[in-house]
């Protein structure tokens, strides 16, 4: 079965400086997809990133990248110049090429201090 | 254009009680996921409707849980005799293909909330 860790279950930021949120996950498959996503308290999910396992580049959008290390199934999420809107619950997903059967981490809930 | 909408945003109920909660996706879009988020926790898959195709109920977590999608639109995920444990958020997520590839991505609704008194 696939499980996705995320070890940090919160994580404070000062505005305009950079955190980094980590992710792991377990899996047998070659082919899979990897997701961050954001939960601000309006509950909506809101999709930040996402990284194709057969891609070594890491997707960067804006000011959010990852570091993808696919033999360490290792997937963090980097913030630049952190926003007071950043603040939210941050999950990272792990879903196999084939499937539509998304696996979420527990979140890390990320605080952003003026 | 309108997101996923969820009814209600949130129900109390009492334990015994049958609950239905609704989701409104994203117009055209094919494929529809129900997944519970339980305090604390990350998101878990509940079942997924594609198109005309049977749907994945994989993830219900017991037989008291059911979903159904008319029309291939609105989706109705019904809880038969509500329990303390069943309280969580369930979030409603819709996407265009269902597909499996990375450009299909979900669109959350905001959920709804249950507490089961």
Not at chain 1, 50 to 72: D, G, I, L, M, W
Not at chain 2, 50 to 71: I, V
Request: with cysteine; glycine share 6%.
């Amino acid at each position: 079965a696939q499980t996705v860790t995320q070890s940090q279950p919160e994580m404070s930021v000062q505005e305009a400086e950079t955190v980094t949120l980590s992710c792991t996950y377990d899996t047998s498959e070659s082919d899979y997809y990897l997701f961050w996503y954001k939960q601000p308290p309006s509950r909506q999910m809101i999709l930040v990133i996402r990284q194709e396992a057969y891609k070594q580049q890491n997707a960067t959008e804006n000011r959010f990248s990852v570091n993808f290390q696919k033999a360490a199934k290792s997937f963090s999420l980097k913030i630049s110049d952190s926003q007071l809107g950043d603040a939210a619950m941050y999950f990272c997903a792990y879903r196999r090429w084939n499937n539509n059967d998304m696996r979420f981490g527990a979140g890390t809930r990320l605080t952003v201090k003026p | 254009g309108a997101g996923v909408s969820q009814s209600p945003s949130n129900k109390v109920t009492e334990k015994g009680k049958d609950v239905e909660l609704r989701c409104d996706p994203i117009s055209g879009h094919t494929a529809l996921y129900w997944y519970r988020q339980s305090l604390g926790q990350g998101l878990e898959f509940l079942i997924y409707f594609q198109g005309n195709s049977a749907p994945d109920k994989s993830g219900l977590p017991s037989d008291r849980f059911s979903a159904e999608r008319t029309g291939g639109s609105v989706s109705t995920l019904t809880i038969q005799r509500t329990q303390q444990e069943d309280s969580a958020v369930y979030l409603c997520a819709s996407s265009y293909l269902g597909l499996a590839d990375i450009t299909d991505t979900q669109y959350f609704g905001p959920g709804t909330r249950l507490t089961v008194l």
